[in-house]
């Protein structure tokens, strides 16, 4: 049996695209200060070059003291409002930076200021903007994510200046876009990572999989590779859309680090916002315990001085995005009477991005850092701005669902997921079938696809039998199953999952918040497969407080197994469950734990305490309708997606071997979700048993016997 580096973070990035970057009908520029430079022709406005992020802000304590300049005139009369990201103010990255201007221009311009912050989800966005712009003279968006709703609230209002942080939408006059050059700043950072690293592996933590994060991604891997292109470099998404939670999760932060420093980086780079916190603390932590140190990079602020002290020693340098200078330029236009409206970049020329030197860990290396911006700067290195590598455009995958297909919020969708990516990113061609009811025509379903592709992955384990027939006819095609290895053939991967592990922490989850002393285990269907996620489910519970009672239901058994797509089912005996006592009920049922999720929903709005549910596969706080998240206290991840992706990359890369590969624990394959915030608190206490898993001092039971 072979383990791999899998979970978020097993995908390896080698190769990079240069891709050109565009805007509206009007290109923007960027020119060089000191000196202002006339206006460029087509309009857009340029950036002037903010001071160096490491000047000193004041003047030495024996300095004479130097009154502040005067406001300008009529200053007093204008309102500036910063409507935040997710996270607000107080996240030591982003938006902070932003506030930084904000507090910089009432502080010199003597400009009155007001705030805003969006809920979770940030759907008050338009709203915020639109209260904001009724008492402001100058409204500015922190974030992509207002680009929609700015645009139709700055034509709303015609009298008030608007701007925007990382984006450049077509507009009115009254509209300022305010980009960064994300990738030039991020190769200097690659670069210091790659110049520091004594193990050839560096990683890399994004908050959302989305573009603009990406361009980090991609100017990080650029820089690691221009020094040396035989590192390797981890990578990890927090979380990716509708799902964009991933800026303010540092417990997540915290674990995917740690588990790239276990498995060999030694440098960490975060484009993460608020989660990058965590990465700080598993630095910290991973250095003192073991016998060499590990570093981590911050990220648009100089984190050196915004993070808490203990972890400053293992902050290595940040690359600096200057949000700061881009508000305080902008109010200061507003001020002046000079805003104009179009797109302005700031970029490495003018110093718009760039790497902070603080704690002096970069000193060393400082020299060859400003080799690489000058060649930057002098457009002999272009860095690329998307980490899209193709590869595959010659394979097609095909994946053939077990009973349910796409759609059941769980189990398939999460194969799905990891076939959507391979065709986004590798270029492959995917194909996808579904059995019908009963499952019968399995083998038929394998074989069509077998006609076709170079890939064929059934999801499930009852492929076993049709999938090493089928493999054996076809030796010139590859064969991958999940949950299932019955053979050893050369073209057959068999892709496993220690689901009794993931079990047990949501196990214990369950037990830490009940207050009833009473939780439930609910079943699809009555099989092996299932029991293990019971065991572990059980074996959780019980390391917590072995008086607690489980109620335990499957829903069918073979060889029925229509008991994964039975919501109805799932609501009856959840409504059940929590009738006899039960508050936090999990499910192993695929599809039938929609019903689940009602049942909690409905329970809990009609009587007067709450009762939770916990979800399986996927993170279904996602997944689910957005009126029944709030009684999703956690799900198991089972990264289906990621054994998926791993095996389409591995043909597309001409790497398939044949062999079972086991995702557990250690490797991330397995785990728990965080969305909704609901079990923060008990973090500690579950990351204790995971480590205690992985160390082997707990041996998790696989089956209920």
Not at 336 to 349: E, I, P, Q, R, S
Not at 481 to 503: R, V, W
Not at 633 to 652: F, G, H, P, Q, W
Request: glycine share 12%.
């Amino acid at each position: 049996m072979r383990r791999g580096f899998t979970g978020l973070l097993a995908i390896l990035l080698a190769t990079v695209m240069v891709a050109a970057a565009c805007g509206g009908d009007d290109e923007p520029t960027t020119t060089a200060p000191p000196a202002p430079a006339p206006a460029a022709d087509d309009g857009t406005a340029e950036a002037p070059a903010p001071a160096p992020a490491d000047a000193p802000a004041e003047a030495p304590a024996d300095a004479p003291a130097e009154p502040p300049p005067p406001p300008p005139p009529g200053a007093e009369d204008i309102t500036a409002a910063l409507v935040f990201d997710i996270g607000g103010r107080g996240d030591q990255s982003f938006n902070d930076s932003a506030a930084a201007g904000l507090d910089r221009a009432a502080a010199e311009l003597g400009v009155n200021t007001t705030e805003a912050s969006p809920n979770p989800d940030g759907s008050n966005r338009a709203e915020l903007l639109q209260l904001s712009a009724d008492g402001a003279e100058l409204v500015i968006g922190v974030g992509f994510l207002f680009g929609e709703s700015i645009a139709e609230v700055a034509a709303n209002n015609p009298d008030t200046l608007f701007g925007i942080i990382d984006s450049a939408p077509e507009g009115t006059d009254n509209l300022a876009g305010l980009v960064f050059a994300e990738h030039e700043g991020s190769f200097l950072v690659g670069a210091a990572a790659a110049l520091k690293s004594n193990t050839g592996t560096v990683g890399f933590i994004g908050g959302v999989d989305i573009p603009l994060i990406r361009k980090f991604h991609a100017g990080f891997e650029a820089g690691v590779h221009a020094v040396d292109p035989n590192i390797r470099i981890l990578d990890a998404y927090v979380t990716e859309p509708p799902d964009f939670d991933g800026w303010s999760q540092p417990a997540e932060g915290k674990i995917i680090g740690q588990s790239m420093y276990e498995a060999g980086a030694d440098v960490i780079y975060h484009a993460a916002g608020g989660t990058g916190a965590g990465l700080f603390e598993a630095a910290k932590e991973f250095s003192e315990a073991g016998g060499s140190k590990v570093w981590a990079i911050g990220v648009d602020s100089d984190q050196y001085n915004t993070s808490a002290e203990e972890v400053r020693p293992y902050i290595l340098t940040s690359m600096l995005k200057r949000v700061d200078v881009a508000v305080y330029n902008t109010i200061e236009a507003v001020v002046n009477g000079d805003f104009t409206g179009g797109t302005t970049v700031f970029n490495l020329a003018v110093d718009g991005v760039g790497y902070s030197t603080t704690g002096g860990f970069v000193d060393d290396i400082v020299p060859e850092l400003e080799r690489f911006k000058e060649a930057i700067v002098g457009g002999t290195i272009v860095v690329p701005e998307t980490t899209e590598r193709g590869g595959g455009e010659d394979v097609t995958a095909a994946l053939v669902f077990d009973i349910g297909g796409r759609g059941d919020q769980s189990f398939n969708d999460s194969a799905a997921a990891g076939l959507d990516r391979a065709a986004d990113f590798l270029r492959i061609n995917p194909q996808e079938s579904s059995p019908n009811p009963d499952g019968s025509n399995r083998a038929e379903l394998l074989q069509l696809s077998a006609d076709g592709a170079d890939l064929v992955i059934g999801v499930g384990f009852l492929f076993g039998e049709s999938i090493t027939e089928v493999a054996t006819n076809n030796p010139d095609t590859y064969f991958g199953i999940i949950d299932s290895f019955p053979a050893e053939l050369p073209n057959l991967a068999g892709l496993t999952f220690a689901e009794h592990e993931g079990s047990f922490l949501v196990g214990a989850a369950a037990a830490l918040k009940s207050n009833t002393g009473t939780v439930g285990f609910i079943g699809g269907v009555d099989i092996p497969i299932i029991r293990k996620f019971h065991a572990g489910f059980e074996a959780g519970v019980y390391a917590v407080d072995p008086n607690i009672e489980i109620l335990a239901a499957y829903v069918t058994e073979p060889p029925d197994f229509d008991g994964w797509s039975q919501p109805a089912e799932g609501k009856i005996i959840g409504q059940s469950m929590y009738e006899a006592g039960a508050d936090v009920i999990y499910h192993a049922a695929g599809g039938t734990g929609a019903g689940l999720f009602e049942a909690a929903k409905e329970f809990s709005e009609a009587g007067d305490s709450k009762v939770w549910a916990i979800g399986v596969d996927s993170d279904q706080y996602w997944t689910s309708a957005e009126e029944v998240r709030p009684y999703i206290l956690s799900s198991m991840l089972k990264r289906v997606d990621v054994a998926v992706y791993n095996t389409i990359e591995a043909v597309a890369n001409g790497t398939f071997s044949g062999g079972l590969t086991v995702f557990d624990l250690s490797v991330n394959g397995v785990g728990y979700s965080i969305s909704g915030g609901f079990i923060n608190d008990i973090i500690p206490q579950l990351e204790e048993f995971k480590q205690a898993i992985i160390r082997g001092d707990i041996v998790v039971p696989e089956t209920t016997g």
